[in-house]
């Protein structure tokens, strides 16, 4: 791990990095991948992925090589809402089709729970299809769903609250 400034970079031997400075972000990339091939938001708008970005409290993206030197090509990200004292959601994982089966994702797992301040938080997410991936990191599926509540996703609403037509 290099720290310089608020820059925080973690490299490995095979020539990959991940950062947390979104201005590294490849958003094409990621609003590609997310409104084409993700199951979770398929078809979103890109205003809308920029928005989420834009409000989430921690955001990694995975390079192949290194931003930092100018050289870094994103493969993969994910994205922490949080507070750093209670809760953390984890969301928008990904590594591209191309990248993975090289522990990747893995890695930045690691590195998301081992935060300071996220990792005795309450950390949730969603998942399809990546149980066993989540669960080497903790996550295990919620007990006592009957105290737990939640409001469904209203996408008419999401669209007209930024001004955008679905």
């Not at 947390?20 to 992925?49: P, Q, R």
């Not at 870094?72 to 969301?91: E, I, K």
């Not at 590195?111 to 996220?118: C, G, K, R, S």
């Amino acid at each position: 791990m290099t720290s310089i400034g608020n820059e925080t970079l973690w490299t490995n031997t095979k020539g990959f990095s991940i950062s947390t400075n979104k201005d590294y972000l490849d958003m094409d990339m990621i609003c590609d991948f997310l409104h084409h091939d993700s199951y979770w938001v398929k078809g979103i708008a890109k205003e809308l992925i920029w928005a989420s970005i834009e409000n989430s409290s921690i955001c990694y993206g995975i390079y192949k090589g290194n931003p930092l030197e100018g050289n870094g090509q994103q493969v993969g990200f994910a994205r922490v809402v949080t507070d750093f004292v209670r809760f953390s959601h984890l969301g928008d994982v990904f590594v591209l089709p191309e990248y993975r089966g090289r522990g990747l994702s893995k890695w930045m797992l690691s590195i998301i729970i081992e935060h300071p301040q996220l990792k005795g938080t309450y950390f949730s997410l969603a998942t399809k299809d990546a149980h066993t991936l989540y669960e080497q990191f903790g996550f295990q599926s919620v007990e006592n769903m009957e105290k737990r509540m939640a409001r469904s996703l209203n996408w008419e609403a999401v669209y007209k609250g930024h001004r955008l037509k679905n």
